[in-house]
């Protein structure tokens, strides 16, 4: 069962709640299942662009697969969202991987066009100019683009 934080724990870099936990849960568990398989984790991160070994995949669910069972269900998912170690730094380094997933040509920006590709990738629907306005809402320079620190801005802290 997944705990809440104590008062004095950091929050989690990546997801703020059971809420965001759930849905990026669900966007793993393609068969809808209640659990992530291998394949399934590969397949999301092809989908995104990653060239993941099939042994890398091995170890990321042998870290995230706690009770062994082959499957990483929603309370280890939760747990791996939180960062067990040390969580400024994992996460730091897991925001500047998929940072860099979205960030197709490398530029350290990710434009509409790029954010239109993953998330058609990943069976979203929505237009370059719908990718525009979400760039928009987070692009705190005005360049049209989001770069990493925006990005970080973005995935830890919603209110800002």
């Given amino acids: 069962m997944a705990t809440n934080p104590t008062p004095n724990s950091k929050p989690a870099i990546y997801l703020q709640d059971m809420n965001e936990v759930r849905k990026v849960f669900d966007r793993f568990d393609a068969n809808s299942d209640g659990k992530i398989s291998a394949e399934e ?13 099939p042994e890398e995949v091995a170890r ?11 499957h990483i269900n929603l309370d280890e998912f939760a747990a791996f969202c939180n960062g067990n170690s040390d969580p400024y730094q994992s996460a730091e380094k ?12 490398h530029d350290g920006k990710i434009s509409a066009e790029e954010l239109h590709k993953i998330l058609t ?3 979203e629907h929505c237009s370059v100019n719908d990718c525009a306005g979400m760039i ?25």
């Fill in 41 to 53: 984790l590969r397949g999301v991160l092809n989908a995104l662009g990653s060239d993941t070994s």
């Fill in 60 to 70: 990321m669910m042998e870290e995230i697969d706690t009770d062994k069972d082959g």
């Fill in 121 to 123: 990738r990943l069976g």
């Fill in 136 to 160: 928009k809402s987070v692009d705190s320079d005005g360049d049209g683009y989001v770069c990493f620190s925006e990005f970080r801005k973005m995935m830890t802290n919603h209110k800002q």
């Fill in 94 to 105: 897991e925001l500047k991987e998929a940072f860099e997933l979205y960030d197709q040509d």
